[in-house]
């Protein structure tokens, strides 16, 4: 099992990215995605979580308005658009995968984890 988190860059504050994470090794239909991100010397808090088709999805507060979270499940990728981005969105970005969408955003204990992808926003 993999994944494989890209599009991670350095941008201007205001500017926009849209961040991929590609899953290998699982059915990822059946597993609900998450970004999270990590600033040096912080804890790494959760971003945006996406459950099943058909249910809803979640945002923490200091990004709701400006990121979505999405997926395509024929190309097993979930994706982060992030507009509008601040100075304070700099940070790694990792995906994760868990069967329970509630342990993976309540407790982020996630299944499966990428190894991140840098976000540098100035």
């Known amino acids: 099992v993999q994944l494989v988190e890209s599009g991670g860059e350095s941008v201007q504050a205001g500017g926009s990215l849209r961040l991929s994470c590609v899953a290998f090794?699982?059915?990822?239909?059946?597993?609900?995605m998450g970004w999270y991100r990590q600033a040096p010397g912080k804890e790494r808090e959760r971003v945006a979580a996406?459950?099943?088709?058909?249910?809803?999805?979640y945002y923490a507060a200091s990004v709701a308005g400006r990121f979505i979270i999405s997926q395509d499940n024929a190309k097993n990728t979930v994706y982060l658009q992030m507009n509008s981005l601040k100075a304070e969105d700099t940070a790694m970005y990792y995906c994760?995968?868990?069967?329970?969408?509630?342990?993976?955003?309540?407790?982020?204990?996630?299944?499966?984890w990428g190894q991140g992808t840098q976000v540098t926003v100035s």
């Open positions: 994760a995968a868990a069967v329970d969408c509630t342990q993976l955003w309540y407790t982020e204990r996630g299944d499966y």
């Open positions: 090794g699982y059915t990822f239909s059946r597993y609900c």
């Open positions: 996406i459950p099943t088709i058909g249910r809803p999805t």
